[in-house]
């Protein structure tokens, strides 16, 4: 076992504030080129060729064109682009990558590493409705992984990022905030510090859909040749039907630093914090007083579009059709109480009108 371990440190690092700063890394990159007969095991979309923008757009990051034709070979160049990271292993699937090979690389990565943080990266078919990572004799889940992790004391208080490439990835960012709030980790870097439990994730689409190959290695992250960093980009559409997700569970999100006492609310969840996107203040037009409420909108991507091309043309009619009524009223303006508690509970500030120009 090694030893003399460095642990993250905690900084600003591009505007982003209070959040567990890995500083050197480790990767363990592991392909899955899985084409087993299961209805299961949902391969990557396959991509055309590069454009020439993309092509040049690597180049400027620094990924040579002889490194263009497959997501594994871009990775590498992207690592070795990276002054603070290095690829300890690749794991190539060549039809005999098991769940327990992987398992036992991640295990001994974790039990041997001297750096602060080590990174998880899988490119390859993903189980349907899960994003569970393929081999030829089962699936490796977000939660297999993160108990190798909860039980290694040498790794804990250390960084795990896991980067997933496959179908249904998205699944595996709401898979985590299920399992913080599992392990009452709160929203907020201060809870993740104090369990000692520092994880990111990022996955190559959403929940639902299906990526295509060359796209997250492409389009979804990047390398900045200034400072020689890779970063993510865990909110961006790179095709229709592909949009990147991602969550940074070691981010301080409430308004004190890090060595300071955390002031969100006691017992908020990663469930409440997620919906904070979904609430909208919606107004009526009355010739007296007006009714509003703060609505809930329901988890779905095609719903969710429906409200706001309505509520854009002013043609919402019943809005608890779209979602959960959570506060209701009448007058230009909802009470300081009403707004004090969609703020508490679920992290956001409605004290003003959203336009409807904004809606989108």
């Known amino acids: 076992m090694a030893t003399g371990a460095s642990s993250p440190t905690w900084g600003t690092r591009n505007g982003i504030l209070n ?19 299961d209805n299961d095991v949902i391969p990557r979309r396959l991509q055309e060729e590069l454009t020439d923008e993309d092509r040049q757009k690597l180049e400027y990051q620094g990924i040579p064109r002889d490194c263009h034709h497959d997501d594994l070979s ?88 896991i980067s997933t490439d496959c179908s249904y990835s998205g699944c595996w960012v709401k898979e985590a905030m299920t399992f913080m709030d599992d392990q009452g980790v709160g929203p907020c870097g201060h809870a993740a510090k104090e369990k000692g439990i520092l994880v990111k994730v990022y996955a190559s689409c959403l929940a639902n859909e299906i990526p295509a190959e060359l796209a997250f290695s492409t389009h979804g992250i990047q390398n900045d040749k200034n400072i020689g960093f890779i970063f993510y980009s865990p909110h961006k559409k790179i095709y229709d039907g592909q949009h990147t997700s991602g969550l940074d569970f070691t981010v301080v999100r409430c308004k004190s630093k890090i060595d300071q006492p955390c002031t969100m609310t006691p017992g908020s969840t990663w469930h409440r914090w997620s919906t904070a996107g979904r609430i909208m203040r919606v107004t009526g ?34 809005v608890g059709n779209y979602g959960e009524i959570l506060k209701s009223g009448w007058g230009e303006e909802s009470p300081e109480k009403t ?22």
């Open 19 to 37: 959040y567990a700063e890995s500083g050197n890394r480790e990767a363990l990159l592991i392909t899955s080129n899985l084409t087993m007969q």
């Open 74 to 161: 871009i990775m590498k160049a992207r690592f070795s682009q990276d002054k603070e990271k290095s690829i300890a292993e690749v794991l190539r699937n060549e039809g005999s990558l098991t769940c327990e090979l992987v398992n036992k690389k991640i295990t001994q990565l974790l039990n041997n590493t001297e750096t602060s943080g080590v990174i998880l990266h899988y490119i390859g078919p993903g189980k349907k409705g899960t994003g569970d990572w393929c081999f030829s004799d089962g699936f490796i889940s977000f939660r297999d992984i993160m108990q190798l992790y909860l039980q290694n004391a040498y790794f804990k208080g250390r960084v795990l990022t």
């Open 285 to 318: 037009e009355e010739d007296e007083d007006q009714p509003w409420c703060y609505l809930l909108l329901v988890d779905d991507e095609e719903t969710i579009r429906e409200f706001h091309d309505k509520f854009k043309n002013g043609q919402l009619g019943n």
């Open 339 to 360: 707004q004090e508690w969609i703020e508490e509970h679920y992290h956001v500030n409605y004290n003003y009108r959203v336009p409807s120009e904004a809606a989108d």
